[in-house]
């Protein structure tokens, strides 16, 4: 009997989720796969990354891009190996950089790859620290943060995939750094491997309070990618000129519409303006261009002499990507999060 053909396995949003996702906002599907026509080449995914922004792209809110509908493959960044070529740019066996989502194959026009070296050691790094999440920490802290000897630089997430990054950054240019994480664990990580000189566990009681006493000269900068609670804790510590470089706001994504928050917007409005603080936030796309060969470049540098350390949560298969999405945002993973689906 002829081997059967393969399969394209594709987990697509079965349904827009009201609140935190469950499995049933996601189907696993499969299809024959596709050829690639003249002009076109045919990916196969080794690796997806999977990151916070994705909740707000399952949902039709207005935002800074198009929401995905429902049926739609989910999105997300990819390192891909060229299967079959049909463009002039591409081999077969290249090893490229792709946003083709969760599922085994995809199609490209080539819009967008960028071709990554064959002998690379860690390909997946290229979704983490020598990505967009890297490249986040890198803008956000550098451009908009300018941190300065002797400040402090406090960093919500401090062990994921930006904020780790945050931190490191902070260190190398002379600041005290005072991370934020869920966990103990987490908390020993970043000051034990990371280099921080503090993290406080926003688990644990009296969050406020440890925060304080963790940041005894108060907050310079602080890189906000969290929201909530860890938010309030920061605000009454921020010095005057403090800035806010704002990256995301995971403790708001599975917020369910209707359901009122504490109203942080008086005290925030007094404290900009009788602080003078700069509350930026940023879309790390609009960014890219010479600034990112700069940090390429030099976070190259900074990992091969060890400056930057790295952490990887990696989860095997594409069918347990839901299951991992739905725990990076509870915070469950150590680290940045990727699904190896295929060697």
């Known amino acids: 009997m002829p081997p059967s053909a393969p399969m394209n396995r ?3 949003m ?15 599907d ?23 922004y994705m ?5 039709d809110a207005a935002s800074y891009a198009k929401p995905l ?5 989910m999105l997300g960044g990819t390192v891909c190996r060229v299967a079959e070529s049909r463009h002039p740019d591409f081999a077969a066996g290249d090893l490229v950089l792709a946003a083709s989502g969760w599922q085994d194959y995809a199609l490209s026009s080539g819009k967008g790859l960028t071709r990554l070296p064959p002998d690379l050691a860690h390909p997946s790094w290229s979704l983490g620290v020598l990505g967009m999440p890297g490249f986040t920490a890198y803008v956000g802290l550098m451009q908009i943060g300018t941190p300065k000897a002797g400040e402090t630089v406090a960093v919500a997430a401090a062990t994921g995939a930006v904020g780790s990054v945050v931190g490191q ?26 280099g921080f000189d503090a993290c406080v566990d926003h688990r644990a009681a009296n969050l406020a309070q440890r925060l304080a006493a963790a940041s005894p000269n108060g907050i310079d900068v602080y890189f906000e990618s969290v ?19 704002l990256c995301g706001l995971i403790s708001q994504y599975n ?11 008086p005290m925030l409005m007094r404290l900009a303006l009788t602080k003078s603080l700069r509350i930026q936030g940023f879309i790390v796309s609009d960014w890219y261009g010479p600034l990112y060969r700069e940090f390429s470049r030099q976070m190259a540098v900074w990992i091969a002499d060890g400056r930057i350390k790295y952490r990887e949560d990696v989860v095997e298969g594409l069918e347990n990507a839901p299951a991992a999405f739905m725990g990076l945002l509870d915070g469950r993973n150590f680290g940045k999060l990727v699904v190896r689906v295929a060697h």
């Not at 003249?38 to 916070?52: C, E, I, K």
């Not at 950054?169 to 908390?187: N, Q, S």
């Open 10 to 12: 594709r987990i697509v």
């Open 14 to 28: 079965a349904r827009r989720p009201a609140g935190t996702p469950a499995p049933e906002d996601f189907r696993l």
């Open 30 to 52: 499969t299809q024959a796969v596709p050829s690639p026509a003249d002009g076109q080449v045919l990916l196969r995914t080794l690796y997806l990354s999977l990151d916070p």
């Open 55 to 59: 909740r707000g792209r399952m949902s």
């Open 69 to 73: 509908e429902v049926g739609d493959v």
């Open 169 to 194: 950054l902070a260190r190398l240019h002379g600041c005290r750094v005072v991370g934020i994480a869920g966990g103990p664990d987490k908390c020993d990580h970043a000051i034990r491997e990371l």
């Open 227 to 245: 929201g909530g609670a860890v938010f309030d804790a920061v605000l009454p510590l921020l010095n005057r000129h403090a800035r806010i470089p």
């Open 255 to 265: 917020a369910v519409p209707g359901v009122e928050a504490p109203d942080r917007l």
